[in-house]
Each structure stands twice: as structure tokens, then as C-alpha cells.
């Protein structure tokens, strides 16, 4: 895997997909004030009628957007929640009283109903990456120990852990065969002494996605760890965070939780709290703080006495965090909570189905198993990313494009007619 060449191209990518985005709302008047407004007119209505329980004319997507694991489209409603925060933050007193923190209460309870943790197993963070971090510091990994890991983990979490074996950890990288990290291979790699076995639940490369609970099983035998990246799977796969046994967990919200970026939630269950150390301190941690400096405050012999918060929040949470994000999430788990997740993931497979069937009669190889039923579905295209990529923008299709692959990630509000408009653009 190129880095340098995939990174490049997302970034083209983005750039064109906002002009894309921009050119058909100005060319949309319609369009244009509904979003402005944030209702659906009756011809827009008309317009986007389909997907899961009618999903579609929920979203204002000028182009086929097919890349919700890339970053996936919040409604109008998520954005009128959004809009409605932001009235507080010009300090509009028509709007009446609006908490700068945002819905977190509403949010996190809904996170905790929705993959099946406990409140205290739950805390705020900035991004995936800094719940792993987390993790890796919290078990105290930079002094030395054993991390398995695969090479379908995330990229940057696999650069974390390559600079750290540089300075003495004991790193083992299991390989994909078939497209897929074979339990096999990853039980024998977890050998005595292993602390940490840290995963991508669901693959952003090809979307393989393991089975959690078999995995901590054979890890807990072991005496390891299990910490999971579940970012391309929280909000379009099932997830019991309970019954998998994983032991730490974390995903940003940007992608199919809809939230946005810069709010992240971490999940470490209440048993394997106990082994971690707090790595990062700040405000969000107090728990009880009392003073004895300031004018009313009561004499001591201490300057100032301090206790942590009880739960994860009271390990991990440092401090200030975005607030917008999370009134876009508090909606859209509302959202997911109404849709049914294992309703999403039924939705989807038809289209997956026929993306199997059809895209290798063109030339592109497989990247995927053919029975997963993650979100995402890859393609090779060994350097055919640009004339890919050209075809699809002519045809105003949204997929993330490589330059050797391309990742296809369907969501609740496309169609069929999504699909096929994808692979006449390839045709």
C-alpha cells in the first residue's frame, strides 16, 4: 500500500467532491433554499423518495454519494440541530436558552443503548486514534511488551506501534490470506506474554471484518488484551460491546454515526479499567476538588485536595472538546436508533451483492470476501485510480479512489438505482 499516492488522491478527491457539491446547489435553486431553511420542498421530496424507510429526502446530497466510509452525509434534521447550538454561540436570545455543551447526556446514553456498554464504561474523546493511544499508554506498552496486530488495522495506528517496536516492543503484524486475517494465524501469533491484541473491527481497506467475541476469546485464554477500532462498523453494523468481551474500544463520530469531526467516544469495560494507569490529566478528570486559597475558602494545610472522577471519564477525559459535533450526534443517534442498525446492515446487502456480481466483469478484482456484510466493498485497479476516478466524477458518483483501488461503502439512503448508475460509470 502506497500512503503517499492514497493520500494524495483523497485529497483530490475531497476537493473535487466540494466542487462538485457546490456547483449542483448553485445550480439548484430549489435544492439551494431548502437547505437553507432545513425542510425538504415538495419537489425536492419527490426527488429523493427511497432508501430505508425513506431515508433519502432526509439528506441534501447533490451528487450519487456512495462514500460513507469516507465521510458520511449528516441529515437536515442532524444540521438543524447544529444550527440551533450555534444560535447560543451568537447569543440570538430569540432562541431562548441553548447548553454550550451541547446534548452529551442524550448522546452517550443513546451510544450505551445502541452498542451495549455502561456509562461509566464510556468517555469523550477527540478521535479513535486518541482512544488507542489511550490504551497503549494506560497498559504502559512504551516500556516494552508484546502488541498483535494485522495488517488490515488502521494506518496509523500500525505507524504507532512500527515506531514503537523501533525502541523495543515486541510487535508481530499478522498478514491477510484470502482476503482476510484467518483466526488461525492470529492465535498463534498471540503467544505468553502478549499484552495487547489491537484490531480494525471492520477494515477500511476491503471492509473484512473479524469475529470480535472469537477473537477475545482466544486473547483472555492467552492473558492478552483486546482493544478495537470500531469506527467503519459503530452505526452500520451491529456491535455488543458486552457480549463481544472486547476489552477496550473507541471510533471517532464523523463517518456513520454522523456526528462530526473532533468528537470521539472510547469504551473500556469496567473490569479492564482496573489496568489502566491515567496516562494525561485535566479538568474533565475532577472528580472532587476543594481549595483553600481563594476569599471564602475554608483553612487547610493543603493548598488545594483533589480526587478524580470514578468510571473511564475519570481516566481519559482531559479537556475542552467540541460541542457542535455532539448536536449533530445526539440527533443522528436518535436517527440510527429509529432506522435499526441490523436494519441498515440488511439494506445494504443486496447492493453488495450485485457490486460482487458486477464490478469483476469489468476487470476489477475483488478486495472483499464474498460474504461480508461490512459496509465496504474494494476493488483493484492497479494504476487505473485516475481514469477511475475521471469516469465516476463525469457520471457524479462519490467513492473513495486509490490509485490501485477504489472503495465503494454504501449506506441506508442509497438505491439500487445508485448502484447501477456506479457501474454504468464503469462500463
Not at 488522491?9 to 439548484?28: E, P
Request: aromatic share 8%; net charge neutral; charged share 20%.
Amino acid at each position: 500500500m502506497n500512503n503517499k499516492d492514497s493520500i494524495l488522491t483523497s485529497v483530490n478527491n475531497v476537493n473535487a467532491s466540494r466542487r462538485k457539491l457546490l456547483s449542483g446547489l448553485a445550480a439548484a435553486a430549489p435544492v439551494a433554499a431548502s437547505l437553507s431553511a432545513l425542510s425538504v420542498s415538495p419537489a425536492y421530496a419527490a426527488e429523493g423518495q427511497g432508501g430505508l424507510k425513506n431515508s433519502r429526502r432526509d439528506f441534501a446530497m447533490a451528487t450519487t454519494y456512495i462514500n460513507g466510509a469516507y465521510t458520511h452525509p449528516v441529515s437536515r434534521g442532524a444540521a438543524k440541530a447544529v444550527q440551533h447550538y450555534l444560535s447560543g454561540r451568537v447569543m440570538d436570545a430569540d432562541k431562548g436558552s441553548v447548553s454550550f455543551s451541547g446534548d452529551r447526556t442524550k448522546a452517550m446514553d443513546l451510544f450505551a443503548e445502541l452498542f451495549n456498554a455502561r456509562e461509566d464504561e464510556l468517555a469523550w474523546i477527540p478521535s479513535t486514534m486518541h482512544g488507542e493511544n489511550h490504551v497503549v499508554a494506560g497498559l504502559g506498552l512504551h516500556q516494552g511488551g508484546r502488541v498483535v496486530t494485522d495488517v488490515y488495522h488502521f494506518t496509523g495506528s500500525l505507524f504507532m506501534y512500527n515506531e514503537m517496536a523501533k525502541k523495543g516492543l515486541d510487535l508481530h503484524i499478522v498478514e491477510a490470506r484470502d482476503n482476510k486475517i484467518q483466526l488461525d494465524d492470529l492465535e498463534k501469533a498471540i503467544t505468553p506474554g502478549t499484552k495487547l491484541v489491537a484490531l480494525t473491527l471492520v477494515s477500511n481497506i476491503g471492509g473484512f471484518q473479524h469475529d470480535l467475541k472469537a477473537v477475545c476469546d482466544i486473547a483472555h485464554a492467552k492473558g492478552a488484551m483486546v482493544y478495537a477500532d470500531i469506527i467503519q462498523c459503530a452505526g452500520a453494523t451491529p456491535v455488543d460491546l458486552h457480549s463481544s468481551g472486547v476489552d477496550f474500544a473507541a471510533c471517532s463520530t464523523y463517518k456513520w454515526l454522523m456526528g462530526d469531526f473532533g468528537i470521539g467516544i472510547m469504551y473500556a469495560r469496567r473490569e479492564s479499567q482496573q489496568r489502566l494507569q491515567r496516562s494525561q490529566f485535566g479538568y474533565r478528570q475532577e472528580g472532587k476538588v476543594v481549595t483553600h486559597f481563594l476569599p471564602g475558602d475554608p483553612a487547610g494545610d493543603q493548598i488545594i485536595e483533589t480526587e478524580p472522577r470514578s468510571g473511564l471519564a475519570g481516566l481519559v477525559e482531559i479537556g475542552t472538546m467540541g460541542s457542535a459535533g455532539v448536536a449533530s450526534l445526539a440527533y443522528s443517534l436518535e436517527y440510527l436508533k429509529n432506522l435499526g442498525i441490523q436494519e441498515i446492515e440488511n439494506w445494504r446487502q443486496p447492493f453488495l451483492q450485485t457490486l460482487h456480481q458486477e464490478i469483476p466483469k469489468l476487470g476489477y478484482k475483488t478486495m472483499t470476501p464474498a460474504d461480508s456484510r461490512s459496509p465496504i466493498i474494494t476493488f483493484e485497479c492497479v494504476d487505473k485510480g485516475k481514469m477511475v476516478y475521471e469516469k465516476l466524477q463525469k457520471a457524479g458518483v462519490e467513492v473513495t479512489v486509490y490509485k490501485n483501488r477504489f472503495r465503494i461503502s454504501p449506506s441506508f439512503y442509497n438505491t439500487m438505482e445508485d448502484v447501477e448508475t456506479l457501474i454504468r460509470a464503469l462500463s
